[in-house]
């Protein structure tokens, strides 16, 4: 058996998320597992770094599985290229150890949330960025932004997930806010996310950040753990997994 | 009446074009149209600058029409944003002279086109560019592009138009060729286009720098005057029109 890892960009729009589902909806796992059953004729399963949900999109999604074959990395990758449908692409294939497990060895993820403000919304980045008419206090909020990084518990910005076991502690390595024109990028780097955490921070941050939140809520809602407290989540198709580390 | 100038932004992946068609297909004309019809219970013209190809995008085409109402620039703006499909945006509404053309008074026009140079495509771009495999020779292509600055015949060009009235001999007032990584950017800005001609050229810098055509291609297709002379166009899907200039 070999161990092979690859890393992924795919585009969210048309995917019902990552993982696969007993319904016939469309899946990024469905449709790699798809490609490997076509080669392997048996199911190999696909294992990702983690779930993005529907309208998600990755510029480095991370998956690994395991299979018994003499084929190469290069020939792997051609082959996943050949056969999968545009909106998904496998950027590199390497092999691993056995022990490497695309979830659990993961040790950073990042991830970047694209914001687009002025007061109408755009065609051509339509479902590549959150639309946001409101004026921004920049500097308040990447002031706010600060009381996320380091050792946390998160409950307020984590979803209930069915499947989520364990506590809500997570750390946060990074969470810088770039300002490009009207194009503000939040770019977050964390040890591990809870269920929809990015898009709760996010949301919070442009509460406060337009004044809908006074100035210290990200502190206050921290405190609180509780997702009541926070800010609603920003919808999905202004977020990018961009890289995972091992 | 009085006449007002739109800029636009529309994403060409879902249109069969700009210029209104006989058949029932989305045009980019035709959706302005529908909301003016909507506003003004009558049709009302909207001409552009010129026509973008199926597939062709936009961040800055600009059109025109006439029309007698007291609403203001801001008002025709929002009734048009909010009554548009999503893939297409009113960036700005201004109000101009009656002797104001889109097409007539426009001087000159800016496009880019954009190239994915690397061994598989992108799921995520796949609809905002070219992907191209085949390694590029960056410095000769520039060294080629210098051929069709300045006052030239394009007839080698230009596809056959029918709707085509006049000569070919257009201004190019500027080509360069960006490098971001993997990204090639091409910038051309003319005092007008034939028919396909930007895409034309780009297709021809693109074979001089993969080696299919040999140095010195450039200006020997523009001498030839004959279309069947010059590399193939390339995909619609990587063309953007910037800018257009009055």
Redesign the interface.
Known sequence: MRTFKLTL???GSGFNGWQLQSNAKRTVQGELEAVLLKFFKRRVPVIGSGRTDAGV?A?GQVAHFRVDTLMSCDEI?RAF?YNLP??????RVEEESLKFHAQLSAKRKTYSYHVLNRS?????E?E?CCFFPRKLNIPLMRKEAREFVGTKDFSSFANVDPSHKGDAVRTLYRLDIKKHGNRIVFWIEADGFLYKMVRNIVGTLLGVGSGRFPAGSALKILQAKDRRAAGVAVVPQGLFLEEVKY
Request: charge should be neutral; aromatic fraction near 10%; hydrophobic fraction near 40%.
């Open positions: 960009e795919y585009d999109h510029r990758q290229n545009q909106d998904v692409v496998v950027l109408f919304a755009s065609a051509l339509r590549r």
